[in-house]
Each structure stands twice: as structure tokens, then as C-alpha cells.
């Protein structure tokens, strides 16, 4: 087989699993909620109301797709979009087996860290563009909250380049079937890794830009039909692609007992982590913003050089 | 014609045309979305050089980080059309041309009167690998020490007077 048209086949199959599974835990989180907060939840269309996803998903295509007049009508167009497309973009370095990856990137890392940061646009134009006081606030919020947070997520993840030596997503599987799962010796990065993934996802506890209850859904409030569920699906695959990312940096990836496939052990990690950030939608409220802020600034940062500093002595000690 | 020739017109005609529109808008919000399409060409164009690393920093920095500030800024601003601005303040008009104008003339120096290709090694590979991370993290850390540590020194300074400047009294 050719490489070319190995990766045409790699690329197709990731696109259309990360579609399902974007679009099949809108079902999960509702289940999911429904079981901890003591309700049923979506149970009628099929059996345990699994084809509820297909319900909800021709009922957006066919409402009315309205722009405001007030709107900027091109950039209201363009800033939904952004978000679908970075988040499939950080998806191409991610190795879900051996090589299995869209493409092997030997700044894989950075290329993550570079597309997470260009979300923010998404929300920002969107909120801009829609010329309305709430929405303008909470673009405003995300602005100043994913900055913040980017740098935290940057920071917490040196520690993992230290110990692999690589910002080659592959080599950093690979070394911690050598060393061991870096979520061991890298806990303090997982930890701001973990609290920044849900500030970069911006979801529940710290989903302030959108924060129902002050602002009104925030930077989507002019947003219907498919442009809102582009920002909808776009918060599912980005909290699909922050689960992976913890996988592959701090739980060994692909590794994983040999009586299972390499994937197959990716994918259930993998479901592990996003089953956790529902459950934290269901028990945590949310922080006032100055909260948020003091927390990022003021704890997380010092935390994430500290991890720095100690990982690089203890590295060089033992070289 | 290779297939990184076609892939340089491409990037640069899409840095060119965006860096004419962005001076042309009169909102600084479209100006703002128009620079950030020019990071991202020349971000393309560090990559036809092999320079994946500065071509990663340069969107990383430039495009996600500094640009998201420049948005918050002008939304925060509100910022009026440039004629507002601009009437009746010749002063700076006269400085502005003064400032392209050095700029220009030098540019212009670089490109007619010096050998660019001088810097570069005879070598392809050597060059090529001169752009991974590795070699940028050597030579900022051996050659390149003090000017690096230097800079990191004017970032901090910079850093605490936005802090005071910001925080007006300490208790």
C-alpha cells in the first residue's frame, strides 16, 4: 500500500470515528447527567434513547439558519467554523497505535499547543460578530481565560518533553513504555494539564463564557440552528481531543496489556477520561471569574514552574 | 516547476494580498483577522524552509497569543474609524511617513546590497537541520547566551512595570 494512500485511509477513519463519537456523547453527557443528578434522561427514540442523536441532529439541520441584521455577516459566517477545524487539526499528530497517526510531526506537541490557542478565535469573533453586549462579555471572558490558561497547559507539559527527550508525540508514547506512565513522576503536570484542558475546552466548572445564568449562553447567544451546533460539536471533539492528550502524555498512550489491540487500549483510556469530565459538569458549580483568574495566576502558574524546575534538576542529576 | 515553488507563490501572494487589505480596512477588528491570515502564510512559508520549529513559535506566539490580545483590546476599545482618529493630528502623519519611510529604505538596502545567501550553509542537510529544536535550543544556549539571557531580562522588567503601572498603590 502506498504511503499516500494509507494516510487518505488513516485520515478518513479517524474523521468519521471522531464524528460519531463527537455526536454520540451529546447522548452519553445527557444519559450520563441524567443517572447523577437522579432523572431518566433521554429514553424514548430507540432503544435507551440512542437514536435521540439523529433526532436532534436532522431537527438542527432543518431549523432556520438566521443571521441578525445587526451581525457582521461574514465573520458570524467564518468564527464557528474555526473551532471544528482546529480541534480535527490537533487531531492529525495524535498516535492512536503504532503508526497509526495522520501525521508523524516532529514538533507534534507544539502543533497541539499552537491549534488549542487559535481556538479561542472561534469564541471571540463569534462573540464579536454577533454586535451584542452579552455575547461581546462573554468573548471577552473567553479571551482573557483560554490566554491565561494556554500558558499553564504549555508550562505543564515541558516536564513531559524533559523526561522524553521529544516534543515527537510517538517518541513520548514510546519512552514511557521505557521509563514508565509519566503521569507518575509528572503528577503536578497532569493535575494543571487536567484543570487547563477544561479551561481550554471551556466547560463546566469553568465554562464562564457562555455562563447561562448572567449571560445568557454568552458568545452563541445570536447563534441557531447548524452554526450553533458547530459550537456544540466543537466542545465535544475538543473535550474528546483534551482525553486524548492525557492519554498520550501521561497514561501511556497506545500501551497497555497485550490481549488487547494498541487502539483498542487508546480508546478505552480515552473514554475513561472524557466519562470524568462529564462527571465533573455534574458536581462542581461554577467559580466567580476574578476566582478563576486568581486561581490560573496564582496557584496553577507557580505549580507549573515548580514541576519545571524540580523535573529538569532531578533529570540532570541523574544523567 | 517544483512542487515547493508552487506552494512559495502560494503562501506569499495570500501574505501579500493580506497584508494590503489589512492597511486598507477601515475596521481595526477586520485589519486584526487580516494579520492573523498573514502570520499564518508566513508560518507557511518557515515551513517551505525546513524551519518547523520557528514556524510552530511563530503561530504559537504570534497568531494565538499576541493577536487574541490585540482583539481584546480593540473590542474593549471600541475603537472609533481611523479618520476620527487620524484628523487633525499632522504631527503624526508627518512621523508615520518619516518611520515607513526609514523602513522601506532599508529593507530595500537589504535585499539590493547584501548577500543573503551568505549565512546559509553550502550543505543541504546541515541547513535543514539547523531548524529543529534541538539545534535552536544549542546555539541560543552557547553562542547566542547573553543576548538570549539579555532579552529574558527586558521581558521581566517589562513585565513588572506593567504590574506597577497597572496596580497604581500597594498596600
Known amino acids: 500500500m502506498s504511503p499516500l494512500l494509507q494516510t487518505i485511509i488513516i485520515t478518513v477513519v479517524v474523521l468519521l470515528v471522531l464524528m460519531t463519537i463527537a455526536a454520540n456523547l451529546i447522548w452519553v453527557e445527557r444519559r450520563m447527567l441524567a443517572l447523577w443528578q437522579d432523572r431518566l434522561g433521554p429514553n424514548r427514540v430507540g432503544p435507551l434513547g440512542l437514536v435521540q442523536v439523529v433526532a436532534d441532529m436532522v431537527k438542527i439541520f432543518f431549523k432556520e439558519d438566521w443571521i441578525p441584521k445587526f451581525a457582521d455577516r461574514p465573520v458570524f459566517f467564518i468564527a464557528p467554523t474555526i473551532v471544528i477545524i482546529t480541534v480535527l487539526m490537533s487531531f492529525a499528530v495524535i498516535p492512536f497505535a503504532p503508526g497509526i497517526s495522520v501525521v508523524n510531526l516532529n514538533v507534534g506537541l507544539l502543533f497541539f499547543l499552537a491549534m488549542s490557542s487559535l481556538g479561542v478565535y472561534s469564541v471571540v469573533l463569534g462573540g464579536w460578530s454577533s454586535n451584542n453586549k452579552y455575547s461581546l462579555l462573554g468573548s471577552l471572558r473567553a479571551a482573557a481565560q483560554m490566554i491565561s490558561y494556554e500558558v499553564f497547559m504549555g508550562l505543564s507539559l515541558m516536564g513531559v518533553v524533559i523526561l522524553a527527550g521529544s516534543f515527537n508525540l510517538n517518541d513520548i508514547v514510546e519512552a514511557q513504555g521505557r521509563i514508565t506512565w509519566f503521569f507518575i513522576p509528572q503528577i503536578l503536570g497532569f493535575f494543571v494539564f487536567f484543570l487547563a484542558g477544561i479551561a481550554e475546552t471551556h466547560r463546566l466548572p469553568f465554562d464562564l463564557p457562555e455562563a447561562e445564568s448572567e449571560l445568557i449562553s454568552g458568545f452563541h447567544s445570536e447563534y441557531s440552528g447548524m452554526k450553533f451546533g458547530m459550537f456544540f460539536v466543537g466542545e465535544y471533539l475538543g473535550i474528546t481531543l483534551i482525553s486524548s492528550m492525557i492519554v498520550t502524555l501521561f497514561f501511556g498512550g497506545w500501551l497497555g496489556p497485550s490481549f488487547l489491540p494498541p487502539v483498542v487500549w487508546f480508546l478505552l483510556k480515552m473514554a475513561v477520561f472524557i466519562l470524568i469530565f462529564v462527571l465533573l459538569r455534574a458536581a462542581l458549580p461554577r467559580p466567580r471569574y476574578d476566582q478563576l483568574m486568581s486561581y490560573g495566576w496564582k496557584f496553577l502558574l507557580p505549580l507549573s514552574l515548580l514541576n519545571l524546575v524540580v523535573t529538569g534538576l532531578v533529570v540532570l542529576l541523574l544523567k | ?171
Open chain 2, 1 to 171: 516547476m517544483s512542487f515547493e515553488f508552487i506552494l512559495f507563490i502560494f503562501f506569499s501572494l495570500i501574505a501579500a494580498v493580506s497584508a494590503v487589505i489589512m492597511i486598507t480596512r477601515p475596521n481595526p477588528v477586520m485589519s486584526a483577522i487580516f494579520l492573523i491570515i498573514n502570520f499564518f502564510s508566513i508560518a507557511g512559508l518557515y515551513l517551505i524552509l525546513h524551519a518547523q520549529f520557528i514556524s510552530i513559535v511563530q503561530i504559537i506566539v504570534y497568531a494565538g497569543a499576541i493577536m487574541v490580545l490585540f482583539l481584546f483590546v480593540l473590542m474593549l476599545l471600541n475603537a472609533k474609524s481611523e479618520k476620527d482618529i487620524l484628523s487633525g493630528k499632522n504631527k503624526i502623519k508627518i512621523f508615520a511617513v518619516v518611520i515607513a519611510g526609514l523602513v522601506f529604505a532599508q529593507i530595500a538596502y537589504l535585499i539590493f546590497f547584501s548577500s543573503p545567501g551568505k549565512a546559509l550553509s553550502p550543505d543541504v542537510a546541515a541547513s535543514i537541520k539547523a531548524g529543529t529544536v534541538e539545534q535552536i535550543g544549542k546555539e541560543l544556549y552557547t553562542n547566542y547566551l547573553l543576548p538570549f539571557e539579555a532579552a529574558g531580562f527586558l521581558l521581566l522588567a517589562s513585565t513588572i512595570g506593567a504590574l506597577v503601572l497597572a496596580k497604581k498603590h500597594f498596600d
